[in-house]
């Protein structure tokens, strides 16, 4: 790696770790208000992968329902925006790695 793909890997890590922790805590806050039957379970995320439900994706349902019951909480925005920071420095990363081989820079 060299130093701009370390630049990149360094925000993919950091808005990764930024998203990890806003989706736990839109899972907390909207369980808080749930009743015990509805409630989004935290461990089915870690046994089946992450944001993979029995039922679909199931940020679906966490983003719905924290949007039902926090309306005007700019939380939902952060997830997003760290998610679409994610996929923008995904494709910078491949694009750069494309343009370093075909310009003779990698092996």
């Not at 089915?44 to 940020?59: C, K, N």
């Amino acid at each position: 790696m060299n130093r701009t793909e370390t630049g990149l890997f360094i925000f993919f890590a950091s808005f990764w770790v930024a998203l990890f922790g806003v989706y736990h805590f839109m899972i907390y806050a909207a369980n808080k208000q749930l009743p015990a039957s509805n409630r989004i379970p935290h461990l089915r995320v870690y046994r089946r992968g992450l944001w993979w439900g029995s039922h679909g994706f199931e940020w679906g349902r966490v983003t719905n329902e924290y949007k039902r019951l926090y309306p005007t909480s700019l939380v939902n925005y952060v997830w997003i925006g760290c998610l679409w920071s994610i996929v923008v420095i995904a494709i910078a990363f491949v694009f750069l790695r494309v343009w370093e081989y075909t310009h003779g820079r990698l092996p």
